[in-house]
């Protein structure tokens, strides 16, 4: 295992909630002890056609098509915000072929206040196809592999999984099926069932979903959790106040430098 800097908090938002760097004089910047970008591909993507949310009793689904103007843009504009940032900053990549993932970590580990690559993996990919996307992430940044809570899949010696919002389906207008990432307090007892399990199985791991109260977050570190992520309490404002000043300066069980 790697040495890891301290973090000032266990707590860390979810890649998607808060834009690809923290702006200037940002309420999150004393209450997290990470910052982890918005999804990045080599290439740009557009934001995803038809239904993009859908709510349901549990919560809601969100279908984004990962929307970013692709890795050398978001450089070109974020690279010196990251450099200045008073979070360590996680960059989270989109996983579309080993031969960009290695493209764009190499560059990264050039780039000043990167301090550790989160990768999100493609949907349903077959175990040699991910152990190629790992070997390909592997540098001189530390590798936090993206997983949905509900996913079992071999990976190979994984340093660090972080357990993401789970993939759903529901029905939206006319009779349309919307697929997306599922985001709710109804998802909190599948969140902390999968971070016994991965607890169990003795790998480092950071939890999120269904996070809305400290308690909560205080379940899942006590279950085993590194630290936890938080997403859609970001957006509503319905982290209580007390519950952010509670988490300043205790550490997170591990976080990232390089190694």
Known sequence: MFPFETSSSPLWNAAGTLGFALPKRSPFSTGLGAFVTNPIS???RTPAHGPRLVTYPGGVLLHTGLPNPGFR???????GQWARSPLPVIVHLVAESPETVQRMVRQLEEVEGVAGIELGLPPDADPAYLTEL???ARGELPLIVRLSPEEDVPL???EVISLGAPRGTLPGAEGVWVQGRLMGPGLFPLSLHAARKWHA???PFIAGGGVYHPTQAEALLAAGAAA??????LWRASWPE????KWVNVPSKSSWGRR
Do not use: N
């Open 42 to 44: 080599w290439g740009p």
């Open 73 to 79: 843009a978001v450089l070109r504009q974020f690279a």
């Open 134 to 136: 790992l070997h390909a």
């Open 156 to 158: 190979p010696q994984p």
């Open 201 to 203: 199985r003795g790998i």
């Open 228 to 233: 936890v992520q938080l997403d859609l309490c």
């Open 242 to 245: 007390e519950g952010w000043a």
